[in-house]
């Protein structure tokens, strides 16, 4: 079975979740998850820099040819909506340098895809991707975020839920 | 004498202005100017690709060893900046990514710089920016920006006010 593998990010510039999980159209599978955090020390140019040559690493080792991202609607204020966008566009660009093709998710669908509810908490979205993914325990909040998105983009890619625990696949 | 060339950058996600003077330390010169305009059909990560390529390919052309970017406070809504901040992410990456130093500046005080007023009309840094670089015209609004950028870096470098066309080293 040719499983393909789905790079999702959770942009931020003080730190950059990403996860990558593995799709074989009938189910998927945990790969790798982390979170980047460039050194508070270094300037907002510089901490692009650490998340743009750590994205793109990422993707040059795994070889991912789709990237989900969380696209942003709820951005507090015009200030953090600003430096949230550097970090964002740098995150689309690290995919768009390795013409891998870019999806966007709003936090509803994301959440919807995950939990099965649009307005769920962040932590409920943590222990979910534990589930889904068999995982040992639940990632670290930004790197769940970004499988969470990968996921969201597995389950609309072939419009069907994600093969869940104890969920055969008759029951769909 | 040695001329240091300085890249200007005004960013947009549909026009990012860029400009490049050259400063002898004694005054400075026009070297080019122009607006980057990606494809309006593209998707955002492919427009953001499309401003990166051309900006570095304008860093490697030109050899700056610096740029000076336009901070932004007054953006006029969350949505808008999140949108600015992705293009002002890849302005400054591509800086970074050439090793450039990177300087910001509040449009207050590129004005300041420009026009000597902190206030001034868009239309009174286009003009400005013609006068102090002696060019036949004034460049397109985002080239002006750009070089005007590029201007307050320079002078502000060496604490000295730009050579204004027919002020002697001895005024100031």
Same mark, same amino acid.
């Given at each position: 079975m040719?499983?393909?593998?789905?790079?999702?990010?959770?942009?931020g510039?003080?730190?950059?979740?990403?996860?990558?999980?593995?799709?074989?159209?009938?189910?998927?599978?945990?790969?790798?998850?982390?979170?980047?955090?460039?050194?508070?020390?270094?300037?907002?140019?510089?901490?692009?820099?650490?998340?743009?040559?750590?994205?793109?690493?990422?993707?040059?080792?795994?070889?991912?040819?789709?990237? !989900?991202?969380?696209?942003?609607?709820?951005?507090?204020? @015009?200030? $953090?909506? +600003?430096?949230?966008?550097? /970090? %964002?566009?740098?995150?689309?660009?690290?995919?768009?340098?390795?013409?891998?093709?870019?999806?966007?998710?709003?936090?509803?669908?994301?959440?919807?895809?995950?939990?099965?509810?649009?307005?769920?908490?962040?932590?409920?979205v943590?222990?979910?991707?534990k589930?889904?993914?068999?995982?040992?325990?639940?990632?670290?909040?930004d790197? !769940?975020?970004?499988?969470?998105?990968?996921?969201?983009? @597995?389950? $609309?890619? +072939?419009?069907?839920?994600? /093969? %869940?625990?104890?969920?055969?696949?008759?029951?769909?």
């Open positions: 040719a499983f393909r593998p789905i790079l999702g990010i959770d942009p510039s003080r730190a950059m979740g990403y996860g990558i999980i593995l799709d074989s159209g009938a189910g998927i599978k945990f790969e790798t998850a982390g979170v980047l955090r460039p050194p508070q020390d270094l300037g907002l140019a510089e901490k692009l820099l650490f998340l743009f040559d750590g994205l793109t690493k990422i993707i040059d080792h795994f070889k991912p040819t789709v990237s !989900a991202v969380e696209a942003v609607f709820n951005a507090r204020n @015009a200030r $953090s909506a +600003l430096i949230l966008g550097h /970090a %964002r566009g740098v995150a689309l660009l690290a995919s768009s340098t390795r013409a891998l093709q870019v999806f966007e998710y709003t936090p509803a669908q994301v959440k919807q895809a995950v939990v099965g509810y649009g307005r769920a908490e962040k932590s409920q943590q222990q979910m991707v589930l889904l993914l068999n995982l040992q325990k639940a990632p670290a909040q790197a !769940a975020d970004a499988l969470a998105v990968a996921i969201c983009h @597995a389950n $609309s890619t +072939l419009n069907r839920i994600a /093969a %869940r625990p104890g969920l055969r696949q008759g029951d769909r």
